[in-house]
Structures are given as C-alpha cells and as structure tokens.
C-alpha cells in the first residue's frame, strides 16, 4: 500500500508563494504519474498539475504560469511551487499517484493540506 504525506500548506497573503511536498513510501520512478488536486469549499476536487513518468506535466489553466510541479526522484517526493497566490487558491491540497500493473491500475491519495491565502 502506496502512502502519501503532504506538507507545506498554510496561511499566506494573495501575492504570496507556497511550496506543497508530498513526500511516497516506495520508489515514484515506478509510478505512471503524480499530482496535485485541491478542494475549495463547497466545490468539487479538481486537478491542478500532474507530472508523469516521462516528465510530461500538465496544469490547469488557472494556474499556469504560477504554479509548477517537480520531483526529486532521490527523495522519492513531488513537490508543488505555488507562487502569485490568490484567494481562490484556497483549498485542501491533496497529492495523488497512479501505478498500473500489468493491467490493473491502483490510485493513492495523501490526506490533503490546507492552504489558505488571505485578499
């Protein structure tokens, strides 16, 4: 069972930056792809960038150019820089990774991070 801990979140102003660690109990070089989603209040979880194993990323558009994901293969870690934070920001951060096996695809999710960014 693939854990997932996330840390990094908290309280910034708009304008300001945060970067979100999730950090995986086995090696991530084996996993099929990596990300970041988030919940707002009273909305539904959406992505906001993914990172695959070729090292493709994708982001949604209403935070590209301001936020960016990486990893540290060494450090078996994901990493979300967040800059130019705005309040719709505001959100529980979740990390998430996908393996496949043979054909079965298993899904895990870390238990999320509160960011919050104040106007």
């Known amino acids: 069972q693939v854990q997932l801990v996330e840390s990094g979140g908290g309280l910034v102003q708009a304008g300001g930056s945060l970067r979100l660690s999730c950090a995986a109990s086995?090696?991530?070089?084996?996993?099929?792809?990596m990300g970041w989603y988030r919940q707002g209040p009273g909305k539904q979880r959406e992505l906001v960038a993914g990172?695959?194993?070729?090292?493709?990323?994708n982001y949604a558009d209403s935070v590209k150019g301001r936020f960016t994901i990486s990893r540290d293969n060494a450090k078996n870690t994901v990493y979300l820089q967040m800059n130019s934070l705005k309040s719709e920001d505001t959100a529980v951060y979740y990390c998430?990774?996908?393996?496949?096996?043979?054909?079965?695809?298993?899904?895990?999710w870390g238990q999320g991070t509160q960011v919050t960014v104040s106007s």
């Open positions: 998430n990774a996908v393996k496949f096996d043979g054909l079965k695809r298993s899904e895990y």
């Open positions: 086995e090696n991530i070089v084996s996993f099929f792809g």
């Open positions: 990172i695959f194993s070729g090292g493709s990323t």
